[in-house]
């Protein structure tokens, strides 16, 4: 996939209905998605509303906090060892790279390792919203796993980038790869990493696991609704959803509730919490349960 024709060829197709009043904010920065501004991508704010910033000290808390919470060995395990897109809230530990967004995801991690994949095999992930793609990287190097990636083209091109330079041997299919906007089984089958906009087709392909992480809160609810018919369509048999998102926000312009998400009936609880390190936030695993 040559991630610059992706990113071209999705806008020629762009339906801004998926473009919420809270990501209008990439409109303001459309002279930077450009390839040569992605190797700083995460200093130059192109990366802005996606990348958890916070000063040191704080950021050093949260590591430390971490590693009581899951043990050093699982942390040092799933840390990068490159600063890919050269961010500046970072520091260094026995020789891997720290920053605030990896803490986070090395705790989600931990939780779909205990909670998800102790119960069934993770063999293909969904992942709506998936920023500029580092828990895709954690879950893709963890699991080895078939990954779909579903994002607004201008964060799928972020995610190109990282999730390329994590993983050049993997094969790549983006939107300017598919007939008819549509991602079918075969091509599914015969490739592993796929970047998606949200008005691509899913033909035929189940999924173990489907993620969305505070992305949902800031979208309009007749996409949020759109969703989730795709989420009750796509799941397997006994597959997880998992969902952390506000309790409330209004950045799109109304209220976004979280008790107000469109489940169907067909779902068992296995976790729901207030998110790590963020009581705004709830972090929610469910259980497709269709009989």
């Given at each position: 996939?040559?991630?610059?024709?992706?990113?071209?060829?999705?806008?020629?197709s762009y339906e801004?209905?998926?473009?919420?009043?809270?990501?209008?904010?990439?409109?303001?920065?459309?002279?930077?998605?450009?390839?040569?501004?992605?190797?700083?991508?995460?200093n130059n704010s192109?990366?802005?509303?996606?990348?958890?910033?916070?000063?040191?000290?704080?950021?050093?808390?949260?590591?430390?906090?971490?590693?009581?919470?899951?043990?050093?060995?699982?942390?040092?395990?799933?840390?990068?060892?490159?600063?890919?897109?050269?961010?500046?809230?970072?520091?260094?530990?026995?020789?891997?790279?720290?920053?605030?967004?990896?803490?986070?995801?090395?705790?989600?991690?931990?939780?779909?390792?205990?909670?998800?994949?102790?119960?069934?095999?993770?063999?293909?992930?969904?992942?709506?919203?998936?920023?500029?793609?580092?828990?895709?990287?954690?879950?893709?190097?963890?699991?080895?796993?078939?990954?779909?990636?579903?994002?607004?083209?201008?964060?799928?091109?972020?995610?190109?980038?990282?999730?390329?330079?994590?993983?050049?041997?993997?094969?790549?299919?983006?939107?300017?790869?598919?007939?008819?906007?549509?991602?079918?089984?075969?091509?599914?089958?015969?490739?592993?990493?796929?970047?998606?906009?949200?008005?691509?087709?899913?033909?035929?392909?189940?999924?173990?696991?489907?993620?969305?992480?505070?992305?949902?809160?800031?979208?309009?609810?007749?996409i949020i609704k759109?969703?989730?018919?795709?989420?009750?369509?796509?799941?397997?048999?006994?597959?997880?959803?998992?969902?952390?998102?506000?309790?409330?926000?209004?950045?799109?312009?109304?209220?976004?509730?979280?008790?107000?998400?469109?489940?169907?009936?067909?779902?068992?609880?296995?976790?729901?919490?207030?998110?790590?390190?963020?009581?705004?936030?709830?972090?929610?695993?469910?259980?497709?349960?269709?009989?």
């Amino acid at each position: 996939m040559d991630i610059y024709k992706n990113f071209k060829n999705s806008f020629l197709s762009y339906e801004t209905k998926y473009k919420s009043n809270h990501w209008k904010k990439f409109d303001l920065r459309s002279e930077l998605f450009e390839e040569k501004y992605l190797p700083n991508f995460r200093n130059n704010s192109l990366s802005d509303g996606l990348d958890d910033r916070y000063d040191f000290e704080a950021q050093k808390k949260i590591f430390s906090d971490l590693i009581k919470k899951v043990g050093e060995k699982f942390v040092i395990e799933n840390l990068n060892s490159n600063n890919i897109g050269n961010s500046e809230y970072y520091f260094e530990h026995k020789d891997k790279v720290v920053d605030a967004g990896q803490n986070f995801h090395i705790m989600w991690l931990y939780e779909i390792e205990k909670i998800i994949n102790s119960q069934k095999k993770i063999r293909t992930v969904c992942e709506i919203g998936g920023g500029y793609g580092s828990l895709a990287q954690k879950i893709i190097k963890k699991y080895n796993c078939k990954y779909v990636s579903i994002d607004l083209p201008e964060a799928n091109l972020l995610s190109s980038y990282y999730l390329k330079s994590h993983f050049p041997k993997k094969t790549f299919i983006g939107n300017d790869q598919l007939l008819d906007n549509t991602l079918n089984k075969d091509i599914f089958e015969k490739n592993e990493i796929f970047i998606l906009n949200p008005w691509n087709k899913l033909l035929d392909i189940k999924f173990d696991l489907i993620i969305n992480t505070r992305s949902m809160m800031e979208m309009d609810k007749e996409i949020i609704k759109e969703y989730f018919d795709l989420i009750h369509k796509i799941i397997d048999d006994n597959g997880f959803f998992l969902n952390i998102n506000r309790y409330r926000k209004k950045s799109v312009g109304y209220p976004i509730h979280f008790f107000e998400y469109p489940y169907d009936g067909n779902w068992k609880v296995e976790c729901s919490k207030s998110s790590w390190k963020q009581n705004w936030i709830h972090f929610l695993i469910v259980r497709r349960n269709k009989y």
